[in-house]
Structures are given as C-alpha cells and as structure tokens.
C-alpha cells in the first residue's frame, strides 16, 4: 500500500527484515497480508507494532520475512 513507508530494510541470509510505518490499521493489515501471499516468502514474523510513536502518526512496525529457497537464489 502507498501508506507503508520503510525506515530499514536488512537482508540476512534467507531473512529479510524490515522496519517502517503504515498509516493505518488497515494499511498495515493489507501489507501483511500481501506479503503472507506472496510466492517467494516462506513465512512472515512481526516483532513488534507500536502506534502513536514518538516520530509522529501510525503505526511503527518491525517484522522479518523468510525467503524461500528459490527467491534466496534469485
């Protein structure tokens, strides 16, 4: 979605994991759930969501990403 923004994004062996702000409840909810049906990830973790952060309106979130053994080789 528009509204996700990425403050980092770390790649780590088959791991990627990524840091940012969506705008919305929903926005983040939509982004999740197109990476969960993406083909080229294994599975997705979200470590953390916090909301009013202290850098100004959203949601602030950090997840990691597994990568499938295919798109690792791409």
């Keep these: 979605p528009l509204e ?3 403050s980092s994004i770390e790649l780590t062996g088959t791991d990627m994991k990524l840091a940012g ?10 982004f999740l759930n ?11 973790s979200v470590s953390q ?3 009013n952060g202290e850098t100004g ?4 979130f950090k997840l990691t990403v597994r990568l499938t ?3 690792h080789a791409l």
């Design 21 to 30: 702000r969506a705008g919305s409840e929903a926005g983040l909810r939509t």
């Design 57 to 60: 309106p959203g949601i602030e």
């Design 49 to 51: 969501i916090t909301s």
């Design 34 to 44: 197109k990476l969960k049906q993406e083909k080229l990830f294994a599975g997705v």
């Design 4 to 6: 996700v923004t990425f």
């Design 69 to 71: 053994e295919t798109s």
